[in-house]
């Protein structure tokens, strides 16, 4: 499906009621020394609730820029974005923060883990956040569920990178979110340890039934989710 022709609204696809993502003509542009830079030209999308979508492009693309508008982490300067029946668009960034801790779970290549943190400790942030009384208990069994029951008094420093990434990816699940959005997660492991963790990402999505987001370059990994849509400077070329 070409949808080259930003002069044309696009047709988002399935109803809102059933779109855990629904973006509507959405535009972002950024300020630069050259000038402003447009990096999403009135991209509208609708990806079903349970669905696994990949995005795929070149670098520049805005594949990463679309997920941090989806996640609520950037403002667009157009259009509209309804994330879990959620208009974004009129929440403050107070409102936001509770969204993403009610709805959203995010894996980043880069970890971002908390150092001074045990991996349990790291796990239970967003449990203790959301006010849960078994916050530690839940994180255990998350830890367990990526093979990490015996690392849970470690610190980051002291795990090894496809290590951290399965602490990323309990924290993530841990609140048993609608949606999770994954940036490039194996970008920063060998092929054999992301692959294992790739694994597990499926698997833990299977478990909570989760809408999946996934940025990847690996043609191997995005074919492993049902539906694929490539960015190209900004728009989206293919949607299959």
Not at 89 to 108: H, T
Not at 121 to 135: C, H, Q, S, Y
Not at 211 to 231: G, K, Y
């Amino acid at each position: 499906m070409n949808q080259l022709e930003p002069e044309k609204t696009q047709d988002p696809g399935p109803a809102a009621e059933t779109a855990m993502i629904r973006l509507t003509d959405l535009e972002l542009t950024l300020p630069s020394a050259a000038g402003p830079v447009e990096i999403l030209r009135r991209l509208s999308l609708s990806i079903g609730r349970g669905e696994t979508v990949s995005v795929v492009g070149p670098s520049g693309s805005g594949k990463t820029s679309m997920m941090m508008v989806i996640a609520g982490l950037e403002r667009p300067s157009a259009g509209r974005v309804e994330v879990a029946g959620i208009d974004l668009g009129p929440l403050d960034e107070d409102a936001l923060a509770l969204f993403r801790r009610r709805a959203v779970g995010i894996v980043f290549q880069a970890f971002h883990l908390i150092p001074t943190m045990t991996a349990l400790e790291n796990v239970a942030v967003p449990l203790e956040l959301a006010g849960r009384g078994d916050a530690f208990e839940r994180a255990a069994d998350c830890l367990g569920l990526v093979g990490l029951d015996h690392r849970l008094t470690h610190y980051p420093g002291q795990l090894s990178g496809g290590e951290q990434q399965r602490v990323a990816l309990a924290r993530a699940f841990a609140p048993e979110p609608d949606l999770l959005l994954a940036d490039e997660p194996t970008g920063n492991l060998d092929g054999e340890t992301g692959d294992h963790v790739m694994d597990l990402l499926f698997d833990l999505r299977d478990r909570h039934g989760a809408t999946l987001l996934l940025i990847t370059h690996n043609p191997d990994l995005s074919e492993r989710c049902a539906r694929r849509i490539e960015l190209v400077d900004g728009r989206i070329l293919d949607d299959a």
